[in-house]
Nanobody
């Protein structure tokens, strides 16, 4: 059973930065896309950023220009650099890997931005 291991969450002041990382416990073949979702209390889980196997990226409007997603194909690792954080970015962030045969989810990492 593959597990996605996330790290990098925490508490930061508004305007600060955090970098999230996500790596699988073992290699995943035929990855189509990797991404980050988030879920704030009382809200639905939403896509934050996504990167495909050919490097194409897309972002939610709320993070465009502040967050950057990247990946290391050799390690199947995906990163989310978050700059200029705002209190409304506070949420549990989940890593997602879309493989040819299955979707994988991380356990979530808490990001809290204080005002």
């Amino acid at each position: 059973q593959v597990q996605l291991v996330e790290s990098g969450g925490g508490l930061v002041q508004a305007g600060g930065s955090l970098r999230l990382s996500c790596a699988p416990s073992r290699s995943i073949v035929r990855i189509n896309a990797m991404g980050w979702f988030r879920q704030a209390p009382g809200k639905q889980r939403e896509l934050v950023a996504r990167i495909t196997s050919d490097g194409s990226t897309n972002y939610s409007d709320s993070v465009q220009g502040r967050f950057t997603i990247s990946r290391d194909n050799s390690k199947n690792t995906v990163y989310l650099q978050m700059n200029s954080l705002k209190p409304e970015d506070t949420a549990v962030y989940y890593c997602n890997v879309q493989a040819r045969s299955e979707d994988y989810w991380g356990q979530g990492t808490q990001v809290t931005v204080s005002s």
